[in-house]
């Protein structure tokens, strides 16, 4: 399972470890989902997505 989920739409990252309903992940599109390689914040960050404010730890 991946640590972290992008969501193309907003260009924002999510952690679904500590995800909440606020996220509403299962409201973003499968074409929008982007996983990181390697699954990592700092990842993320640097292809441009902005954590997300509710799950961001
Ligand atoms: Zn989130």
Do not use: T, W
């Not at 990252?13 to 499968?30: G, P, R, T, Y």
């Amino acid at each position: 399972m991946p640590g972290y989920l992008g969501d193309k739409s907003k260009m924002i990252v999510h952690h679904l470890a500590v995800m909440k309903n606020e996220c509403n992940i299962f409201d973003v599109k499968i074409k929008d989902r982007f996983y990181f390689v390697p699954d990592m914040l700092e990842q993320a960050k640097k292809e441009g997505f902005s954590p997300c404010k509710y799950c961001d730890d």
